[in-house]
Structure formats: structure tokens, C-alpha cells
């Protein structure tokens, strides 16, 4: 059945839409004062902001890993609760060390705030807080948070996710595999004969090569791939809604295209391969189980002549 103009129409507005909003900031909002959480919500939702407010705090943590917000305002007088307890709290997971956390409060006690202040929250508001004043508080706070945690979770030479980061996110898949139960595949890539590589070419041009590889998987894969250097000269990719025959086939186009780059070496230009190993997520007991599956993948490509992928 061929698609209706209008939808077809409204469908394009929604792409573009998104591609112009690349990600709305998600702001928790937890007071007592309904009618004034619901003020903060209006205006911050104008502002572009995704928010949800919560009313009852012995659900925070469970809420946290829910919605994993971007920063969290917190009420600091919520009898029985106190909004300070509730910072002490987030600060103690090293989840959420980083996560922007700012009273809204009426407490105009100054040694207060500042023991408030002490466990671990980075800013007091005190009320009445003009729209203006919240909504650039939020936007500056979420700001230099993101940068600050891409900084944290990057690796240095490639910009893709280090070592802990590309295993933290392979966790987080592993558990929506476990609720959701969509295809995920993993892939655990390494580069072929690259001692050989450095030993002829010295290590600046093997930081090249892995520097290509990393771009390469940068254009090729989705936005929603999670890419990491794993080690040295390796790298893992975790594939969200993506089935093994669908890995299979876009990591052998990655391996030609990567076959095809030229290098600029010692004694005129050169050519690196990679190889690859993939497991579905959804077949293993533990993310740690497909890892090594991936891991033993790819150890059998290896054998089998490198330069391409095995399941
Ligand atoms: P194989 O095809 O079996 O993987 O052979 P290989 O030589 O690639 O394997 P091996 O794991 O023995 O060697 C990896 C080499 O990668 C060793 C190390 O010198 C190099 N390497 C690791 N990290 C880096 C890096 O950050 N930069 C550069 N230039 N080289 C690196
Ligand atoms: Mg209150
Ligand atoms: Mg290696
Ligand atoms: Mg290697």
C-alpha cells in the first residue's frame, strides 16, 4: 500500500525536526510543592528541555538509572526528607559522581547552604527563582557536564570511547538485551600484523592507521553504535538493533574499504587489513560471555587468513 502525502510529509518534518534538536537535556525535578514543580516544568520544557518530575524521593535511585537525567534539581525541605540527604545519596554512586545536582530552596540561612552545599550538590537557588535564572542555570550546568563527561569517557588518540566507557556502555545493552530482547551484536575488531606496522614504519604512522580505522567506523556506523578502543590496536562495537548476518555484512564492506586505504609509509605507501569477531548479545549468559565469544571470533579470523569477519 503506497504511503499517504500528508504522512509522508509529516514523517520528513519529524526527521528534520530531530536533526535540528540533536539531544534535549533531561532535567529531574524532585519538590514537594506541586504547583511549583509543575511552574519549573512548564518553563523548562519551553526552554527545550525533556523533564520529569517526581513528587516521591525513596524512588530517586531507582529513577536515576531509569531516566538517566542530565542534571537534577532537588527541593531541600520535602518533610520527612531533606533535599541534602537526597545529594549525600547521589554522591555516594559513582554512577552519578558527576551528575549536576542544584537545591531549589527558600532557605535563606547561609551556613545552611553551605553545609548543604557540602555534600557534593553544585549550586544554590534560592526562591522565588526567576524563569530566566533557572533555565540558564540548567543550560550552563548540563553544558559543562557533557563536556566534562565526554572528556572523562574519550580516548585520547581516537576520540571514541576508552576502555572503561566502551565496557560501561556494553553493560547498559547487555541489560536492555535482557529486558527488550532486540537483536544487539558485538564486534571486537583488531588490526593485522600492525607490530609489523610500527616495526617498519615507526609508531607515529601506527597511530595514523588506527586514527583511519576509528574515522572509518565513525562514518560507517550508526549514530546509535557505540564505538570504543579497547586496547592498543583494538577495538570493540556494540550494535543496537542489528542481527548477526547484518554485522556480518557491514563489517566485511568496513574490512574492504579499510583493505583499500593507502598509507604514506617509509618506502612509498602500504596497506593495513583488519579483522573481525562478532557474537550476539542476546545468546550469552553475561556481557562478559559475548565478549569473550567475540574475542574467540575473532582469534578464529586470525587463523583463518585475517582480513574479514567471523561469527
Ligand atoms: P595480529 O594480526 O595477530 O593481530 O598481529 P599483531 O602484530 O597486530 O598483534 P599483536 O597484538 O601481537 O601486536 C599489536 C601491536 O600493536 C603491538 C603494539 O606495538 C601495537 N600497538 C598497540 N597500541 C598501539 C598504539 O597506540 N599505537 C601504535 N602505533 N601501536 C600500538
Ligand atoms: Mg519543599
Ligand atoms: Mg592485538
Ligand atoms: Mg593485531
Redesign the pocket.
Known sequence: QPVKVPQLAKRIEQIKSQQQQPYASKVLLLDDDQELAEHYRLVLTQAGKNVKVMAEPTELLAVLAEFRPDIVLLDVHMPPYSGVTLARMIRLEPDWLSLPVIYLSSEQDRDLQISALAQGADEFITKPISDEQLILTVRALCHRARQLAKLVSSDG?TGLLNHSHIKRALGHEYARVQRYGHNTSLAML???????V?DTHG?GV??LV?KALAQLLQQRLRTTDHLGRYG??EFVVILPECSLAQAKHMFEEICYHFSQLSFMGNNGTFHVTV?VGLALLNDFVSEEHALNAADAALYQQ?QAG?NGVTC
Open positions: 588518540l583488531d588490526l593485522d600484523h600492525f607490530k609489523g610500527n609508531h601506527g597511530d588506527i592498543g590496536e579483522s586470525k585475517r
